[in-house]
């Protein structure tokens, strides 16, 4: 009797997973041009209630000189101007790297529905690594988190950069 064969979880679609990574890969597009500034190479960007393209963002920290310039902030302040208001309700914010605190914040603040993240960020990471601010039940705002979308590909940049550091 042969066993049937069982492909590995791996090699099965991800439902949850899946529907996301076109845009992550415009995320990662972003990140590329953060990376060409000699910012650390994060990108993100934020679709509307409707799956638009509203806005994009790429880390600015050192570009700018401000501390406050995360890929996340920037596409959520872009996307807040395109629609004309802060509230960023019904949006999906879709970024390389898990949010920092501060980002997290923005993100409850802007009252977005879903944060999307590539790779996980064990040492500063505000969506389940570290911290879990976005979903923290004391808080008014609670977005649905989807991670690990384009894990890998999100990763491998970043280890690249900080490895040549």
């Known amino acids: 009797m042969t066993e049937a064969f069982r492909p590995y979880a791996s090699d099965l679609p991800d439902p949850v997973r899946d529907p996301w990574r076109a845009v992550m890969r415009r995320a990662l597009a972003e990140a590329d ?6 910012d650390v190479p994060v990108g993100a960007v934020v679709l509307g209630p409707n799956g638009t393209l509203l ?9 700018t000189g401000d ?16 629609l004309g208001e802060w509230r960023l309700s019904g949006c999906t914010l879709v970024v ?4 920092c605190t501060m ?16 790779a996980r960020d064990e040492k500063a990471g505000a969506a389940g690594s570290l911290w879990d601010v976005v979903r923290d039940r004391r808080l008014n705002h609670r977005p649905e988190v989807v991670a690990g979308v384009l894990e890998a590909e999100c990763a491998a940049p970043l280890t690249a950069f900080f490895r040549d550091r």
């Open 103 to 118: 980002c997290a914040g923005a993100l409850v603040q802007a009252r977005v529905d879903r944060v999307v993240y590539g």
């Open 55 to 63: 806005a994009t963002g790429h880390n600015e920290r050192e570009a």
């Open 67 to 82: 501390p406050t310039a995360h890929a996340e902030v920037l596409a959520l302040r872009r996307a807040a101007a395109a």
């Open 33 to 38: 041009r953060a990376a060409a500034t000699g």
């Open 96 to 99: 390389t790297l898990e949010p």
